[in-house]
């Protein structure tokens, strides 16, 4: 056998070896296997298939592509296969193969779940590696697919943010810069006008799929049984909502989490978190949510993006919940926490301009549009702060501007000192935005300030909106009772006038988080009266779980 092919791009440190005592444990709950040379042991596209411990010979990991196979990794005796996609039952993006005749311990994927639940030491070892594999790969751009778009497409940053808070690898080309864009257009004979465009492993192009439609060709979501009953049904997967599968499913709940778009809600756009306990040094949105993904998939919680709950009915039980383009889920209980958005700017061609030079999030992925540029962020809270730290590290100057005196009623005093001690961000208070303009993307800027009148207008392209907050709550149709702000009722909060509406006939007052119907909880920054922190939608997910349980045994 040729070793010299195997270039094993991927760094040793995301192959540790098994000691003999570890691998005497898999071998307790595996299967010992000898298999022929040449045998392959999974495709590229596979979705259920087998964790294999090596035991002598040697197994090849390629990355199958269009101009061959890239060679990854040799695995040898006392090395193992997979990554995360083990876990979330998402289709491999390598193939395996033997080239040696090799003896391996062989476990399916129930087994392996089970090893990780059961066994802390081995089972902490070999996630922590199927965490940095897949780390590796997506900072490497190993994946399946490949992005063909422009930096001055809105679509093209939609499908860039989707890939990227899915933790799905992929290459991306620049239209405009020659080279590989252009070249493959033309193969699949598309123009400028068809991005942006994505290449499968299929190798049919999708021309500006939706999030939906891109979720299906890559096989992100397991498929689901619209006949079961899940005892728990979480509409979100911000920090609350992925709380709540953590704790439902590691306590033995059923649960299945609808999201939307991608796993870390608001909090996922934000460039670092600070102040959440733990974490002294910060850590960003996305990272957050991507570990309590990886947390609820090992506890078995059934994960769905680009899932969007479109209706529940209130009045059936267990509660059918409306997706979008599919058919009804039903669980026993229900926790929403699908969270809120940013309030919009009011200004009359907003939507002409949304991922065109305004954005809601903060990201390495929004920052790498405007390096060495003036921006500006709009909103006095905290996600408005650390986006303007982080800003200031990649733009050449950071405007922000806030409708209100200053930011002490509604910024933490750390982010206060920093933003007025920083020279690359001014702040103008009392101000607002009430122009924009440009040709196709954002060209300038025009604001006002509230006191006085005057208006001025700069060559600002990029504008990052991160004020208020509207909760996403129109898809309920009235099914549960809300406040003037459209936020959800819960708890004590609940009036008798609220509970009579809505048809209450339990005895029993409604339950911490309960909305007004029996077994439909909130939490998070969805409900009425919240406390906008993360520690805090959190904590929610975390409690509202034993409620669950207690609606549960009747």
Known sequence: MDRSKFSNELPDELYPKLNNEQIARLSQVGMRRSIPPGEILFDQGTIRRHFYVILQGAIEAVLPSSEGEVHLRLHQPGDFTGELDMLSGRPSLVTARTVDLTEVVELDSVSLRNLLQTDPELGEFVLRVFVRRR???????????????????????????????????????????????????????????????????????????????????????????????????????????????????????????????????????????????????????????????????????????????????????????????????????????????????????????????????????????????????????????????????????????????????????????RIEECRDITLLCRTEIVRLDGAGNLESVTWRNRDTGETETRPIRHIFSMTGANPNTAWLKGCVALDSGGFIKTGADLAVDDLDSAGWRLERRPYLFETSVPGVFAVGDIRSGSVKRVASAVGEGSVVVQLVHRVLAG
Do not use: W
Request: proline share 4%; hydrophobic share 45%.
């Open 135 to 417: 780390l590796a790969m997506i900072a490497r751009a190993m994946g399946d697919v490949v992005l063909i778009g422009s930096r001055n497409s809105a679509d093209t940053l939609r499908l860039k943010e989707f890939l990227a808070h899915n933790g799905h690898p992929f290459t991306y080309f620049e239209l405009g810069q020659g080279g590989p864009a252009e070249q493959l257009l033309q193969r699949f004979n598309l123009g400028p006008e068809d991005v942006p465009v994505l290449i499968g492993r299929d190798e049919s192009p999708m021309r500006n799929p939706t999030n939906a439609e891109l979720a299906a060709r890559l096989g992100l979501n397991a498929e689901i049984d619209g006949e079961r009953i899940y005892d728990l049904i979480v509409v979100g997967a911000g920090p609350s909502g992925l709380a709540a599968a953590v704790y439902g499913a590691s306590e033995g709940l059923s649960v299945l989490v609808l999201e939307a778009i991608a796993p870390g809600g608001q909090a996922g756009s934000s460039s670092r978190i600070e102040n959440y306990l733990g974490f002294p040094l910060g850590i960003s949105g996305q990272d957050l949510a991507g570990r309590a993904f990886v947390q609820a998939e090992k506890f078995g919680a059934q994960i769905a993006v680009a899932r969007r709950a479109t209706a529940i009915r209130c009045d059936s039980q267990p509660f059918p919940i409306e997706c979008d383009g599919d058919g009804p889920v039903r669980g026993q209980a229900v926790v929403i926490a699908c969270g809120a958005e940013y309030r919009k700017l009011q200004v009359a061609n907003l939507a002409r301009f949304e991922g065109a030079g305004v954005y809601y999030g903060a990201t390495a992925m929004e920052a790498q549009l405007c390096k060495g540029e003036d921006v500006i962020v709009v909103g006095g809270g905290n996600s408005a702060g650390q986006a303007a730290m982080f800003l200031s590290t990649i733009a050449k100057h950071v405007y922000m501007l806030v409708r209100a005196s200053g930011l002490a009623d509604s910024m933490s005093r750390y982010l206060i000192r």
